[in-house]
């Protein structure tokens, strides 16, 4: 079991950064794919960015390449997710993922809210 605890979001204008932090307890993170996705009422969870171990590959949704970093820092049991040049468009829920081998090993944190305004 892992319990995800999302961070950081909040209000911003246009251009601004954000950092989302997502900390987890009951076990490490070091073997779990760990990734951020966003999801806007009414409308499925969209994929943002993930961290897959052991090596730490790093794949991002083409809606934020170059924008946003993933980061994970398993010394703190913590996972980051910078996002840069902020707009509109990713005002939105953004969620934290923790996925191990099993299709029943993956945790949901609750969620925080980013809102970027022109």
């Known amino acids: 079991q892992v319990q995800l605890e999302e961070s950081g979001g909040g209000w911003v204008q246009a251009g601004d950064s954000l950092r989302l932090s997502c900390a987890a307890t009951?076990?490490?993170?070091?073997?779990?794919?760990m990734a951020w996705y966003r999801q806007t009422p009414g409308k499925e969870r969209d994929f943002v960015a993930v961290?897959?171990?052991?090596?730490?590959?790093?794949s991002y949704a083409d809606a934020v390449k170059g924008s946003f970093t993933i980061s994970r820092d398993n010394a703190k049991n913590t996972v980051y997710l910078q996002m840069n040049s902020l707009t509109p468009d990713d005002t939105t829920v953004y969620y934290c993922?923790?996925?191990?081998?099993?299709?029943?090993?993956?945790?949901w944190g609750q969620g925080t809210q980013v809102t970027v305004s022109s």
């Open positions: 961290s897959i171990p052991p090596n730490g590959r790093i």
């Open positions: 993922q923790a996925h191990g081998r099993g299709v029943e090993d993956v945790y």
């Open positions: 009951g076990n490490t993170i070091g073997r779990y794919a």
